[in-house]
């Protein structure tokens, strides 16, 4: 199949393909699990020969998806990793191009998908090297005629610019080109935040960055060789050093408090945009320090000084991601559903908020008085339940994370196929809402009314106090808010997304 020299064409490299049910023989590398309207196959034996795609359809090595202008389709991939293609793409599972990258690989010869790694290490191949993704991480990728653009929705990707290792991290873009490799901050909030762009400000360094030179026999270095950023005279957001975070600001920069008890005298907090010398953005204080941190992701570290010199090693690290996101955009409340059967495939279902309600089916089963269902999960115990009926519904909860095995038992030992069902949270779900205040809200006598949702499992806390959830993950609370602060801030944490501040401007 020949293609101009001026088309990108990105592959994904798949680096391990142990677990995936559907490629428990060798051969199958992907399968189809959904898809919506107009949705073509092609095979390796007859490339560009299009005929209709099914839910159910399994690819190997040289096989193709095609997606009509107003379809999708979702293929999953070995353990929980997925491709959610948009419409008017096409995408082929290939071996090498190059000869000396893995062989099991995906071409995206144009359109838009989400990359979901689930716990697999990724790999997309461009002409500039290999980009990584790691595992739980989820990248949205459009290939054009001369360039791919990836925005990191969450999690992170590392790249090669220049002979040198960059790291892009939730709220970055990049673009990959047949000439050069650019670099930009996404313009809009990534999916699945609900956000107002507004401008906002650069990093703005107060002078130009020095190059540390710690002396050999001490390894420190003199105070006064280094540039600090001024500190703002407030702050909305506190957080404590070493703390790995997403802060959600309808208007960034965010003033960000930092707390420590590691150094006895002087802290230094310095951080770095991706180029690993932690020269852009540099502040100090004792006990805490205060900054304006801009919209981007980066790395962090806290070191302490003494007698005017500060130490080369670091006493807490960090991750910081500030994002323009007002939000507004509640959370689903009802659970998803979903309906499997007992015929050997292999379903999979993602869920943001509340696990999905299930049904297990028996197609084509047996006449029965009595139909005996067996659930395995891959973790846990085995779940029975029994039913004058072969279709059994289980509510919410009944079927946790992970993947498990089903099937069907009659009274006298007849036995359906074996179905395979992935349950899954979806890492790309927003992780909380706010319904008031709203953003520049005027506070009546320094009191403002907090309230949103977020989702089942998280705690809750505004201002620093704990705030009681009811049934639906929601809350509500009446605080004082400083005079002198500006604002507020709400801060969530949820076992599977980490910890986020919500942050209110306020007058």
Same mark, same amino acid.
């Not at 010869?109 to 990724?122: C, R, S």
């Not at 990534?190 to 020095?210: G, I």
């Not at 689903?332 to 049904?359: E, F, K």
């Given at each position: ?15 391990? &393909? ?38 159910? $359809? ?16 979702? =293929? ?36 838009? #998908? ?5 716990? #697999? ?40 610019? $220049? ?14 080109? &047949? ?23 650069? #990093? ?21 060789? =280094? ?5 703002? @005279?407030?702050?909305? &957001?506190? /957080? ?9 600001? @309808? ?29 852009? /953005? ?48 509640? /959370?689903?409340?009802?659970? &998803? ?18 696990? @999905? ?8 089963? @047996? ?5 005996? =269902? ?51 949270? $979806? ?38 106090? !704990?705030?009681? #959830? ?11 808010? !400083? ?22 401007? =306020?007058?």
């Amino acid at each position: 199949m020949t293609r101009s020299w001026q088309l990108l064409l990105a592959t994904l490299s798949m680096f391990s &393909v142990a677990g995936c049910s559907s490629c428990r023989d060798g051969k199958f590398v992907a399968e189809m699990i959904a898809k919506e309207s107009t949705v073509d196959r092609d095979f390796g034996r007859a490339p560009d020969a299009w005929s209709p795609a099914q839910a159910g $359809d399994r690819f190997e090595m040289g096989d193709g998806v095609r997606t009509g202008a107003q379809a999708h389709a979702t =293929l999953a991939l070995p353990r929980r990793a997925r491709l959610l293609i948009k419409g008017n793409t096409v995408v082929h599972f290939k071996h090498s191009l190059d000869g000396t990258a893995p062989s099991d690989q995906i071409e995206v010869q144009h359109g838009e #998908l989400t990359i979901e790694t689930g716990a #697999l290490d990724l790999g997309v191949s461009t002409s500039h090297g290999v980009v990584k993704l790691t595992r739980e991480t989820s990248v949205r990728m459009r290939a054009e005629q001369e360039k791919t653009h990836f925005d990191v929705m969450i999690g992170r990707v590392e790249y090669t610019r $220049d002979g040198a290792t960059q790291t892009a991290q939730t709220g970055d873009g990049f673009d990959l080109d &047949v000439l050069s490799v650019s670099v930009e901050r996404v313009e809009k909030e990534p999916a699945p935040f609900a956000a107002t762009v507004q401008p906002s400000a650069e #990093l703005q360094p107060s002078a130009k960055a020095v190059t540390e030179k710690p002396e050999a026999t001490s390894g420190t270095i003199a105070l006064d060789k =280094l540039t600090f950023q001024d500190p703002p @005279p407030t702050s909305i &957001v506190t /957080l404590p050093a070493g703390e790995s975070a997403v802060i959600h600001d @309808p208007a960034p920069p965010s003033a960000v408090r930092m707390t420590f008890s590691d150094c006895p005298e002087l802290g230094v907090v310095e951080f770095d945009r991706g180029n690993g010398r932690f020269d852009a /953005l540099r502040v100090r204080g004792t006990g805490e320090v205060r900054a304006r941190i801009p919209r981007g992701a980066f790395k962090y570290r806290l070191r302490c000084a003494r007698a005017g010199r500060v130490q080369t090693s670091s006493v807490r690290t960090g991750r910081l991601t500030v994002m323009i996101d007002a939000a507004t955009r509640p /959370l689903p409340l009802a659970p &998803v559903t979903i309906t499997a059967d007992a015929d050997g495939r292999r379903y999979t279902v993602s869920y943001q908020n509340r696990l @999905p309600i299930i049904t297990l089916r028996w197609p084509d089963a @047996p006449h029965a008085n009595r139909y005996r =269902l067996l659930v395995q999960p891959d973790k846990g115990s085995q779940i029975s339940v029994e039913s004058g009926r072969s279709s059994i519904t289980l509510e919410p909860g009944r079927v946790g994370e992970g993947l498990h095995q089903f099937w069907f038992e009659t009274g006298d030992k007849k036995r359906s196929e074996r179905g395979l069902l992935q349950v899954s949270f $979806d890492y790309a779900a927003r992780t909380a809402y706010l319904t008031s205040p709203s953003e520049g809200a005027s506070t009546q006598e320094r009191r403002a009314r907090f309230a949103g949702g977020t989702l089942s499992g998280s705690t809750v806390q505004v201002q620093g106090a !704990p705030m009681k #959830l009811d049934a639906q993950g929601r809350f509500t609370s009446n605080i004082e808010v !400083p005079a002198d602060v500006g604002g507020a801030y709400v801060r969530v944490q949820h076992p599977s997304t980490g910890i986020h501040y919500y942050v209110r401007h =306020l007058r």
